[in-house]
């Protein structure tokens, strides 16, 4: 059963960066689609980022608009880690940042959509806080 393990949240100012890190210890792992999502105090939980699986090649990533020209997901495969680096952050950045990981034939635009969130693995979350 896969287990994801998120690591590298914390607070930090508007404008500032933090890169958050999603691990899982089972060798496969990078057949995973995997993503981040948050969820706001009152708020559902909804997609971040996601990142198709490396096995392949080409990589298939996917933004949210929110995010986009400011995170950047990637693959790691020698520490079998998906990362999110967070640059320019916003308040409304912050909330609990989960990974999740689907098995393929999700994507990583269905995935971050939650079409079927019954069958992501999740973690326990991080929490980012974004304040002056």
């Known amino acids: 059963q896969l287990q994801p393990v998120e690591s590298g949240g914390g607070s930090a100012q508007p404008g500032e960066s933090l890169t958050l890190s999603c691990t899982s210890s089972?060798?496969?792992?990078?057949?995973?689609?995997v993503g981040w999502f948050r969820q706001a105090p009152g708020k559902e939980r909804e997609g971040v980022s996601c990142?198709?699986?490396?096995?392949?090649?080409?990589?298939?990533?996917y933004y949210s608009d929110s995010v986009k020209g400011r995170f950047t997901i990637s693959r790691d495969r020698s520490r079998q880690s998906v990362d999110l680096q967070m640059n320019n952050l916003k308040p409304e950045d912050s909330g609990i940042y989960y990974c999740?990981?689907?098995?393929?034939?999700?994507?990583?635009?269905?995935?971050?959509?939650?079409?079927?969130?019954?069958?992501?693995?999740w973690g326990r979350g991080t929490q980012v806080t974004v304040s002056a």
């Open positions: 990142i198709e699986n490396s096995a392949f090649g080409d990589v298939e990533r």
């Open positions: 089972e060798s496969s792992s990078d057949f995973y689609v």
């Open positions: 999740g990981a689907d098995w393929p034939p999700a994507q990583a635009e269905s995935l971050c959509a939650l079409t079927q969130p019954q069958k992501i693995h």
